[in-house]
């Protein structure tokens, strides 16, 4: 994505995109640090943006490159 999206995604998306296949996995990296943190969109939902999400699957399709690169 060239142009950073502001779009923001509910959790049934975000899963659906990442390949993330459960609601504990999901949290469980967002606490590790290792897939970005939701923002609160209100007293109870929260949600991701859309560009955080792309970038994270774009670096773990790098990570996973032959050579690393």
Same mark, same amino acid.
């Given at each position: 994505? %060239? $142009?950073?999206?502001?779009?923001?995604?509910? +959790?049934?998306?975000?899963?659906?995109?990442?390949?993330? !296949? =459960?609601?504990?996995?999901?949290?469980?990296?967002? %606490? $590790?640090?290792?897939?970005?943190?939701?923002? +609160?969109?209100?007293?109870?939902?929260?949600?991701?943006? !859309? =560009?955080?999400?792309?970038?994270?699957?774009?670096?773990?399709?790098?990570?996973?490159?032959?050579?690393?690169?």
């Amino acid at each position: 994505m %060239n $142009k950073k999206s502001k779009r923001l995604m509910r +959790k049934p998306e975000v899963l659906n995109i990442s390949g993330i !296949e =459960s609601n504990s996995t999901l949290y469980y990296l967002v %606490n $590790k640090g290792t897939f970005p943190a939701p923002v +609160k969109i209100s007293e109870r939902a929260v949600a991701w943006r !859309e =560009s955080e999400v792309f970038d994270w699957i774009e670096s773990r399709e790098k990570a996973f490159l032959p050579g690393g690169a």
